[in-house]
């Protein structure tokens, strides 16, 4: 009985959009990336237990690395529970780093996650974009054209 509560718990497809990034940022580029977690991280990520609304990547010597992604505590994790904050390095081929790195140097752009999401083969992977910050006409406009889309909606069209 106590297995069958517990496969319920756990999500079959998880799905974890960062809603605030696209209204904040428009998205050039956009990229799939795997993530080097630690064993009660990809628990906490299959309850669907992630708050990506700061989150950020950086360039260190070595990759890219994913900051203030928060995952939260395992909630049967014993002295062998992770940090819910730290650092997570991204997986990705030497040239998509290499075309990232040049193109972030370039002034206002920066690298955002956008999802986070289980693969078919039980992977966690993130969806990352390279993106620009709108100014605040065009968060206005995004605004009023969902409010005009919504309209059409209710109207039958």
């Avoid at 997986?91 to 289980?118: C, D, M, Y």
């Avoid at 083969?121 to 009023?144: C, M, P, Q, S, T």
């Amino acid at each position: 009985m106590a297995k069958v509560k517990d496969k319920e718990r756990i999500q079959k497809h998880v799905n974890i959009v960062n809603r605030r990034a696209s209204f904040e940022y428009q998205f050039l580029v956009k990229y799939t990336a795997g993530i080097m977690l630690k064993g009660t991280e990809i628990k906490s990520i299959r309850e669907g237990n992630v708050n990506m609304s700061d989150a950020f990547c950086t360039f260190h010597n070595d990759g890219l690395y994913l900051h203030q992604m928060h995952i939260a505590k395992f909630t049967e994790g014993t002295y062998n529970n992770h940090e819910p904050t730290r650092e997570r390095k991204l997986l990705l081929n030497k040239r998509e780093l290499n075309q990232l790195q040049k193109k972030s140097q370039e002034q206002g752009l920066t690298i955002i996650p956008i999802r986070v999401f289980i693969s078919d083969r039980g992977f966690a992977k993130v969806e990352i974009a390279l993106a620009r910050g709108k100014k605040l006409y065009d968060k206005r406009e995004d605004i009023k054209a969902k409010d005009q889309k919504r309209e059409l909606d209710r109207s039958g069209y």
